[in-house]
């Protein structure tokens, strides 16, 4: 049983498109997350959710936005794919009463040509 | 803002040697602190965390940490590491009564048969 899954595992497009990447979560969780990791492994969280606020970082491109169609789902969608948005993205889940433990998906790896 | 160091970017060992990798935050309050691990082509692992209580904390695979209030630290211990520990290491501070993680850059661990 995967707690958190991730659609697709790999995506390479071209510049200029708009893809979206779906996550979800099967653990009941309030809270889903997602993170980009560069080629340098850096982690750096792109929005939190928790059904009732969205905290988006601030230097994420407004290209990138999250969609939840319900509390189990936490989708990525991204407008005019640039280059530099190559990475690969990670969703994750956690819950208030676990003290913020972070269950992550198994990845998407974006190529952008 | 919080921030959380690690300080070595880059930690090459051989099999059986003794592993200390360290890890700082800067934030006064109340903190859950955490180390994840994330072996390579994988999605990232909780390996242990901190809440309250004693400041030794035990995880898996023979890991473990320790909380210094005083030093705002919680470096991650191994005495004897093995060549399957080869992966990221990366530590997390969450504020008491938040719910989005700091993680630190990372730490990069090769052991070497």
């Known amino acids: 049983d995967t707690a958190v899954s991730q659609t697709p595992k790999y995506l390479v497009t071209q510049m200029g498109n708009d893809k979206s990447i779906k996550c979800e979560q099967n653990?009941?969780?309030?809270?889903m997350y997602w993170y980009k990791q560069d080629s340098k492994k850096f982690l750096k969280i792109m929005f939190s959710y928790n059904n009732k606020e969205l905290i988006i970082n601030e230097t994420v491109p407004n290209r990138f936005s999250p969609k939840s169609p319900d509390k189990a789902h936490l989708n990525l969608h991204i407008n005019s794919l640039e280059l530099g948005d190559s990475a690969v993205y990670f969703c994750?889940?956690?819950?208030?009463?676990?003290?913020?433990?972070?269950?992550f998906g198994p990845g998407t790896r974006l190529t952008v040509l | 803002a919080q921030s959380v160091s690690q300080h070595n970017h880059h930690v090459i060992l051989s099999e059986a040697a003794s592993l200390e990798l360290g890890c700082n935050y800067s934030y006064g309050g109340t903190v859950n602190l955490f180390w994840y691990v994330q072996y390579p082509g994988q999605h990232l692992q909780l390996l242990l965390k901190y809440f309250s209580g004693d400041p030794l904390v035990k995880g898996i695979k023979g890991f473990e940490a320790e909380f210094i209030k005083s030093k705002f630290s919680f470096n991650l211990r191994k005495p004897s590491v093995q060549w399957s520990d080869t992966a990221e290491y990366f530590c997390a501070v969450m504020r008491g009564g938040s719910y989005i993680p700091t993680f630190g850059r990372g730490t990069s661990l090769i052991v070497h048969p």
């Open positions: 653990l009941g969780h309030d809270t």
């Open positions: 994750a889940s956690s819950q208030g009463g676990e003290g913020g433990t972070q269950y």
